[in-house]
């Protein structure tokens, strides 16, 4: 499923014990009636959606890896973060990625190369130094029209958001000036719609909420 150290690993004082964190009162007081998951922000998603971030005993409905050995093209690694306003690591978003594959096609049906164009994590998992990341694996994605560069398309849902946010991922060395959805950004912010390249194939993409660097996103 994924590389990172802490994926499937329940650590009690993070998930599945007491949230302090979250609830500073919940100890001293009576327990009353409350709003359903469906009427309040969240986080409610993880023990159904992305279990294995966060240590539950339960099946992936989808996985973070997106390409089966039977996929033709370049193997890549995207991870990255999620910053909250205050610029700090949110462990509970759920990150969704949509690709074309190597030749720009997408994977409009079930496929029998075991490519999917499609991967669910959950930033609940450690990375080095223990921090909070999602991770996928894939391929390089093709162009999906003359002119365009390849991209990664990221879907990020997490507390605090009544809709999701839909970013792009763009690649350091692919051809950028003619992307027509690149050059509708202003240039001062198309650096947060592309990732950096930490090792072969392997690249780093994180996802700013607020600040300076705060992540563009699309009203689509």
Known sequence: ??????????????RGGPHDYLYPDAGSG???????????????????????????????????????????????????????????????AMVEILQADGQGAY??????????????????????GGDKRFLFRTIK?????????????????MRGLLNHCITRIYF?????AQDPVLAAVPEERRRTLIAEAIGPGHYRFDIRMRGERETVFFDV
Do not use: C, W
């Open 172 to 176: 350091p060395e692919d051809a950028l």
């Open 107 to 128: 994977a409009e049906r079930p496929r029998n190369d075991g490519f999917t164009g499609y991967g669910r994590f959950g930033t609940g998992s450690e990375g080095p």
């Open 1 to 14: 499923m994924t590389d990172l150290p802490g994926f499937g690993r329940m650590n009690p004082k993070d």
């Open 30 to 92: 009576p327990v009353s009636a409350g709003p359903t998951p469906s009427q309040t922000l969240g986080p409610f998603f993880a023990y159904g959606l992305t279990p294995g971030a966060y240590g539950y005993p339960l099946p992936e409905i989808h996985s973070n890896d997106l390409a089966g050995p039977a996929v033709a093209g370049s193997r890549i690694t995207v991870e990255g973060q999620v910053f909250d306003a205050a610029g700090v690591p949110v462990h509970d």
């Open 141 to 157: 994605p093709g162009a999906t029209e003359p002119g365009a560069a390849p991209f990664i398309a990221a879907i990020l849902t």
